[in-house]
């Protein structure tokens, strides 16, 4: 059984950068993509992103386009979400989630979450 | 992008009760469909994928129909635990959009 173990968190000031590990165990981690969503406090899901490890492609959301990178590290299991200029309103708790197999490509196992809070 | 929408945003139940929460789609997504429960302080889990299929371990007290772009999410006999909050999502097509959500809270 896959399971999904994320960094703690983190506290950046506006501007600055982060980066979201996930480790996979169990499992073989390139034969599934893994997605990213965060949420912001109090509020929705809003996918953000996804890479399918094998290939090394990954899709952002428009809204993080020229923001965000994802990618993957075959030899520790490890995806990660890299976060630049950071804002106040990325502040949320980032996931990352395996999508499943299958056509409904749903998202079957999560990450416990990272907190990442934007503050100065 | 496809919209998700979800109604009612909340409601309140009693153990025992049924409830039915609907999503709709602003486009048809066949059968791609997927029904998440998320519970305060913890990551979203999957109950129904591909409209009306049981994740494991999941209890079959949900159950999940629907076609097109109308979904609905059935829960029978709630249970304490049930009381939480409930997410569809479109997998049809990038990017695999969230509906806003749905409380349940107890009456």
């Known amino acids: 059984q896959v399971q999904l173990v994320q960094s703690g968190a983190e506290v950046k000031k506006p501007g600055s950068s982060v980066k979201v590990s996930c480790r996979a165990s169990?499992?073989?981690?390139?034969?599934?993509?893994i997605s990213w969503v965060r949420q912001a406090p109090g509020q929705g899901l809003e996918w953000v992103g996804d890479i399918i490890p094998l290939l090394g492609a990954a899709n952002y959301a428009k809204s993080l386009q020229g923001r965000i990178r994802i990618f993957a590290d075959g030899s520790t299991n490890t995806a990660y979400m890299e976060l630049s200029s950071l804002r106040f309103e990325d502040t949320a708790v980032y996931y990352c989630?395996?999508?499943?197999?299958?056509?409904?490509?749903?998202?079957?196992?999560w990450g416990q979450g990272t907190m990442v809070t934007v503050s100065s | 992008d496809i919209q998700m929408t979800q109604s009612p945003s909340s409601l309140s139940g009693s153990v025992g009760d049924s409830v039915t929460i609907t999503c709709r789609a602003s486009q048809r997504i066949g059968f791609y469909l997927n029904w998440y429960q998320q519970k305060p302080g913890k990551a979203p889990e999957l109950l129904i994928y591909g409209t009306s299929n049981l994740q494991t371990g999941v209890p079959s007290r949900f159950s999940g129909s629907g076609s097109g772009s109308d979904f609905t999410l059935n829960i029978t006999s709630l249970h304490p635990e049930d009381f939480a909050t409930y997410y569809c999502?479109?997998?049809?097509?990038?990017?695999?959009?969230f509906g806003p959500g749905t409380k349940l809270e107890i009456k």
């Open positions: 989630a395996k999508v499943g197999a299958g056509p409904a490509s749903a998202f079957d196992i």
């Open positions: 169990g499992g073989t981690f390139n034969s599934y993509s």
């Open positions: 999502q479109q997998s049809y097509s990038a990017p695999r959009t």
